[in-house]
């Protein structure tokens, strides 16, 4: 369970460029609910997951991971419970180490840096049977270096790498935002799978209206660091992608700017 | 060449070495170009020679100068990681810092150890060898044994976290591992090993000296470059040896660039003849491949 009271993050506190990106954030994510999070560009989403990730201090508000107050953890004390797949592809892997060894630190994650050898066979068999989900022909090429694959097959393997350690929470940052269709797809197929196995708590950042609705139980959406509205049940079955976009016209024009995002929306 | 100056070069470019893998661990490994080795080199060789002329055990005070030369690094890493320094300007103030503070363990420019036992002298005499083999083999153990640990540390967990670290931060943290700590670690690993090469350095040429140091980071990179153009391997243990070669090629190559006499040079044309071969090393890998890329093409003709 992932619960946040009263969170506020201001960027460059006290200089000219001072930024509020999230004023005030409630909520509470029993264990195992996979939420859906939407918001315009620049409303707070990334922020809000890398606050609960422990990149991002908060400057007011507290963080719970079950009765467990994590708010002053740093990033790598919550690495056990956190899973993460980025947005940017060459953000989640390392592109100077060969695919076994980026899998071998997400295999570590959540241990200490020992000195005991990074790679062995039994190791080499569990990324070997992962790869072959894919099936992108990824087992084959545990030695390539991670620069060479494409950003698809990049993003591919960040998402395995999220599943081989147990963990209870999965942030995933428009993890598909930068793939193909096709590679899309079967990315967000494998997550729902890697859900489902490990019944994670899942907070997933998107711009499609589409995969908003149709993963998960209940779906927020972020307007200038703030709740503006929580959908869930019921409710939010009956919703439409066209009722979703009223909602953020709404949100929209009750705020100031009103640019291009009808664009980002269509989808 | 003489056997005698071949040998000599031979000592020379093994020892090192160490600085090369040193600088490896830096420069490539963790993306944090590091100048501190210039004045590391020296406080090794400082520390030792000062604490061999005190009779302190030869073993003991290598060891000395390597920690010595390690907590360098660690004041670099410490400046970098804790003000935002940037890590090369943290490592000229560190370097800038070290010339006095070398000129004041020894308390004098330089330190001689003709006269006093060093980490050789143990070894002399041994299997009945003459003294120059004897020397070159010392050090040769001691380059490739050093290589040998820190690849196979690389390929620890530890050092693997070491080299997500250089490679992507935010990814390594996101997988638990504390990104400062492995900084510092590999700082001071790394100036460890160019303190130890000092050490080694001031016992077999016989002197410690402030200005020893000067030039150490070129030579380091200038092996590191050559070791890698001429080996392309993803083996770590391939890569950190392949540092010890390079710089006993560049060693072999300054010293007969500085011996054909139809070239002409003399002993300070040294910076010359360093920045050629570099560039040499750096060219010849992108050759090779445009070479291997037009046979290719041929063939496909
Ligand atoms: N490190 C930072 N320093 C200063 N301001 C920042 C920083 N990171 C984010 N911001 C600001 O905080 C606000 C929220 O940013 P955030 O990245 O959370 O938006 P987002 O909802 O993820 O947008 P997008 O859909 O474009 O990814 C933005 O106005 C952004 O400019
Ligand atoms: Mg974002």
Redesign the pocket.
């Known amino acids: 369970m992932i619960s946040c009271k009263e969170l506020h ?1 201001t ?2 506190r006290g200089l000219p ?1 001072e ?4 004023r005030g954030i409630d909520l509470t994510i029993p264990q195992g609910e996979f939420v859906t999070v939407i ?12 606050t609960i990730a422990g990149d ?1 201090n908060s400057t007011k508000g507290q963080i719970l991971f079950g009765d467990r107050d994590v708010t002053k953890l740093p990033a790598t004390g919550r690495t056990a419970d956190i899973a993460r797949v980025f ?1 940017d592809p060459l953000a989640g892997t390392c592109g100077d180490l060969t695919v076994e060894e980026n899998m071998a630190l997400a295999y570590g994650r959540g241990q200490r840096g020992r000195l005991s050898s990074a790679l062995n066979s039994k190791m080499r068999k569990v990324f070997r049977e992962q790869l072959s989900r894919l099936n992108l022909g990824l087992e084959n090429r545990l030695e390539s270096e991670m620069g060479l694959l494409s950003g698809g097959q990049r993003q591919s393997v960040s998402l395995l790498m999220s599943a081989l350690q147990p963990s209870t929470i999965l942030l995933l ?2 993890h598909t935002a930068a793939l193909d269709p096709k590679t899309a797809a079967l990315i967000m197929d494998i997550t729902s799978q890697i859900i489902a196995e490990k019944q994670l708590t899942v907070m997933m ?1 998107t ?1 499609s209206m589409r995969q908003a609705l149709d993963h998960g139980s209940r779906t927020i959406m ?1 307007h200038e ?1 703030k709740i503006i509205f929580d959908l869930a049940g019921e409710k939010r079955a009956g919703y439409e992608v066209k009722d979703l976009l009223n909602l953020f016209a709404q949100a929209k024009s009750d705020g100031e700017e009103l640019d291009d995002d009808k664009l ?1 929306l269509g989808a | 060449m003489s056997l005698f100056s071949f040998l000599g070069t031979l000592e020379i470019g093994l020892i090192y070495g160490l600085v090369a893998i040193g600088v490896y661990l830096t420069f490539r490994i963790l993306d944090f170009p590091d100048l501190t080795v210039d004045g590391s080199f020296t406080l090794g060789a400082a520390v030792t020679a000062t604490l061999i002329v005190m009779g302190v055990n030869v073993f003991l005070a290598t060891l000395a100068g390597t920690i010595a030369a390690a907590c360098a690094g660690l004041v670099t890493a410490w400046l970098n990681l804790r003000f935002d320094i940037l890590h090369l300007l943290a490592s000229i103030l560190t370097m800038t810092a070290l010339y006095t503070i070398n000129l004041r363990v020894m308390g004098k420019p330089n330190v001689a150890l003709i006269m006093e036992p060093t980490i050789l002298t143990p070894f002399e005499g041994m299997f009945g060898l003459p003294d120059m083999y004897m020397r070159v083999i010392f050090v040769a153990v001691c380059a490739i044994a050093g290589g040998l640990l820190v690849a196979w540390f690389l390929r620890t967990q530890y050092g693997l976290a070491m080299r997500a670290v250089g490679s992507n931060k935010r990814m390594a943290q996101a997988n638990g591992i504390v990104v400062k700590q492995k900084v510092y670690a590999g700082l001071a690993l790394s100036n460890g090993l160019v303190g130890l090469a000092g050490a080694l350095f001031a016992q077999t040429n016989g002197f410690a000296d402030s200005t020893m140091g000067i030039g150490t980071i070129v030579v380091g990179l200038a092996a590191v470059i050559i070791g890698q153009s001429l080996f392309a391997s993803r083996s770590m243990y391939v890569i950190v040896l392949s540092c010890i070669v390079g710089s006993v090629l560049y060693r072999l190559a300054v010293s007969m660039a500085l011996n054909a006499d139809f070239l002409g040079f003399s002993a300070s044309d040294l910076n010359l003849i360093t920045a050629v071969l570099v560039a040499l090393a750096l060219i010849f890998p992108k050759l090779r491949n445009e070479w291997k890329a037009k046979q290719a093409a041929r063939k496909e003709a």
Request: cysteine-free; aromatic content about 4%.
């Open positions: 993050v960027f460059n460029t930024k509020l990106a999230l918001g315009s560009n620049g409303a707070g989403k990334s922020t809000l997951l890398n991002i947005q940052d428009e950042v711009h972020l660091g980002l």
